[in-house]
C-alpha cells in the first residue's frame, strides 16, 4: 500500500520560509503524481499543486503560483513543498497526496497532515 | 476557477438514517467529480470517484449519482462512523477545487 509520511509540525514567524517533506514509500514513486493540499480555517481544501517526480514536471494553482514551490528528491523519493515570505494567512494543514490519474487527477493516497502556524 | 458549493453546510441525522448532500458544480464537469470523508484530526479519506465509484474497502451504503454540475452524495442507514465532514471535488480541469464541506453531526 502507498504510504506518505510528512514532516513535524512548524511554528514560524511572518516573512520567515517553510519547507515541509513529504517521504513516499510503496509505490514507484517516478510514476506517479504527489500534490499538495492545505486546509485553512475558514477556507477549506485547496489544492495547491501537482509534481511528477519521474521528470520533475509540476502543475501549479495559478492562485499559488509564484508563491509555493513543488520539488522531488527521487533518490529518497520524497516530495518538497516550499514557501516564503510567510504570513498568518497560510497557517493551517498541510498535506501531501498521490493523485492517481484516469478521470482527471485527484488524490487517493494522503500524508498525516503538516501543521504550520505562521505567528508573531 | 470553477467553484463547488455544497448543500446544506449542516447536517443532524440519527444512526440507521438515510441522508443526501448536494453539489453544484459553477460550469460542466461531466463526470469528474469525486467524494471524500474527514475526520477530526485526520486527512481526507477517498470515498468515490468519477461520480458514483466506490473506492475499495468503502462500504456499499455510500452511493453517489449525478453528472454535468449536479451531483449527490446519499448514505444509506447511517452508522456511528460516518459522523464526520464530507467534501465534493472536481478533477476535470485545473486548479482542482473542493466544496466548502458538508459537516454531518449526530442528532
Known amino acids: 500500500e502507498v504510504r506518505l509520511v510528512q514532516s513535524g509540525a512548524e511554528l514560524k514567524k511572518p516573512g520567515e520560509t517553510l519547507k515541509i517533506s513529504c517521504m513516499v514509500s510503496g509505490n514507484v514513486f517516478t510514476d506517479d503524481w504527489i500534490g499538495w493540499v492545505r486546509q485553512v480555517p475558514g477556507k477549506g481544501l485547496e489544492w495547491l499543486g501537482n509534481?511528477?517526480?519521474?521528470?520533475?514536471?509540476?502543475v501549479y494553482n495559478p492562485s499559488f503560483q509564484g508563491q509555493v514551490t513543488i520539488s522531488a528528491d527521487k533518490s529518497i523519493a520524497t516530495a518538497y513543498l516550499h514557501r516564503s515570505s510567510l504570513t498568518a494567512s497560510d497557517t493551517g494543514i498541510y498535506y501531501c497526496a498521490r493523485h492517481r490519474t484516469g478521470s482527471g487527477w485527484y488524490p487517493d493516497y494522503w500524508g498525516q497532515g503538516t501543521l504550520v502556524t505562521v505567528s508573531s | 476557477d470553477i467553484r463547488m458549493t455544497q448543500s446544506p453546510s449542516s447536517l443532524s441525522a440519527s444512526v440507521g438514517d438515510r441522508v443526501t448532500i448536494s453539489c453544484r458544480a459553477s460550469?460542466?464537469?461531466?463526470?469528474?467529480l469525486v467524494w471524500y470523508q474527514q475526520k477530526p484530526g485526520k486527512a481526507p479519506k477517498l470515498l468515490m470517484y468519477a461520480v458514483s465509484t466506490l473506492e475499495s474497502g468503502v462500504p456499499s451504503r455510500f452511493s453517489a449519482s449525478g453528472s454535468g454540475t449536479d451531483f449527490t452524495l446519499t448514505i444509506t442507514s447511517l452508522q456511528p462512523e460516518d459522523f464526520a465532514t464530507y467534501y465534493c471535488y472536481q478533477s476535470f480541469t485545473t486548479p482542482y477545487t473542493f466544496g466548502q464541506g458538508t459537516k454531518l453531526e449526530i442528532k
Open positions: 460550469q460542466n464537469i461531466d463526470n469528474f
Open positions: 509534481i511528477y517526480p519521474g521528470d520533475s514536471d509540476t
